[in-house]
C-alpha cells in the first residue's frame, strides 16, 4: 500500500474530489463549505479542503478510504498544533 503522499497528484485529487462529493463539500469538523481547486491556486485559502487522517498515520492510520476525511485547512492545521 503506497502511503498518500507518494500518490501520483491527479490520483490524490481523485481521492479528494470523491471525499468532497461524499461530504457534499462540508468540512468534517466545522461543517462549513470548502473550495477546492484543482490547480492548486487556492490551496492558501483557509477554507481550501485537505485530505485528513481520522486515525494518525503515526498512530497506525492507514491511507484506506475509511480512515480517510476532507477538512478544511484552517481545522487540519488547527489539529496538528494539538
Ligand atoms: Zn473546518
Do not use: W
Request: proline share 2%.
Amino acid at each position: 500500500m503506497s502511503a498518500l503522499h507518494q500518490m501520483p497528484r491527479g490520483q490524490r485529487m481523485a481521492v479528494r474530489l470523491r471525499l468532497y462529493r461524499k461530504q457534499e463539500g462540508c468540512c468534517a469538523l466545522c461543517g462549513e463549505i470548502m473550495l477546492i481547486e484543482v490547480a492548486g491556486v487556492q490551496s492558501l485559502m483557509p477554507r481550501f479542503a485537505t485530505i485528513d487522517h481520522i486515525t494518525e498515520r503515526r498512530n497506525g492510520g492507514s491511507d484506506k478510504n475509511t480512515n480517510l476525511r476532507l477538512t478544511c485547512k484552517k481545522c487540519n492545521e488547527g489539529r496538528d498544533q494539538t
